[in-house]
Structure formats: structure tokens, C-alpha cells
């Protein structure tokens, strides 16, 4: 069992920058692959990007690629979605999950994410 809480959302204007924080707590952290997704007000949930569980290799949507980075500190539990030149269409709530390990990226699909966060809601203000 792993839990996750995100952290970081809040209200902010277009062009800023936001980090978002997924503190993880039960079985090792570290061995494990994370993912970042949106929800959108009625829409799909949304995949962003991913991250190997070494930190080695990383993905992103093509929505967000060369605005936001995922980084992981596993000494801390936890792993980080630094969000540049927020745009309106970036609000959303944001959910980090956790899948098994390997060096497989850009895996969109939210079933082979075995836990999830509750999210945290991002609203980007134009």
C-alpha cells in the first residue's frame, strides 16, 4: 500500500510558475515509477508526464513539454512537477500516481497506475 498527497495548488495568473509537491508514505518509494495527471472541469483525466523511479528518464505530453519538469527526491518521498508559463488552459486538478518499476516512460494509461492522490487544484487565471 502507498499513499499519496499533492500539495501546491493554488490560484495563480498566466505566465507564473508553480511547483507541486506528491509526498509518498509506505512500501519503498523509490522503487516505484510516478505519473502526473490533470482533470480538467468535464473533461478526461489527462496524462502530463512521468518519471522512472531512479529519476534516469522522464516524459512529458506534448502540452507541456518545455513548460514543466518532473523531478524526484527519494530521500524524501516525494516527487515534484515544476510548472512554467502557466497558460488558462493548464487549470485543472493534478493527481500524482505510482506504478511498478522499469524504465518504461510516457505510459498514459491511468490502469497501470496502481495508487493515487487526491489531487491538488491549479487554476491559472488569464
Known amino acids: 500500500q502507498v499513499q499519496l498527497v499533492e500539495s501546491g495548488g493554488r490560484l495563480v495568473q498566466a505566465g507564473d510558475s508553480l511547483r507541486l509537491s506528491c509526498a509518498a508514505s509506505g512500501r519503498t518509494f523509490s522503487s516505484y515509477n510516478m505519473g502526473w495527471f490533470r482533470q480538467a472541469p468535464g473533461k478526461e483525466r489527462e496524462f502530463v508526464g512521468d518519471?522512472?523511479?531512479?529519476?534516469?528518464?522522464?516524459y512529458y505530453a506534448d502540452s507541456v513539454k518545455g513548460r514543466f519538469t518532473i523531478s524526484r527526491d527519494n530521500a524524501k518521498n516525494t516527487v515534484y512537477l515544476q510548472m512554467n508559463s502557466l497558460k488558462p488552459e493548464d487549470t485543472a486538478v493534478y493527481y500524482c500516481a505510482v506504478r511498478s518499476g522499469g524504465l518504461r516512460v510516457g505510459v498514459r494509461s491511468s490502469s497501470e497506475y496502481a495508487y493515487w492522490g487526491q489531487g491538488t487544484q491549479v487554476t491559472v487565471s488569464s
Open positions: 518519471i522512472t523511479w531512479g529519476g534516469e528518464y522522464t
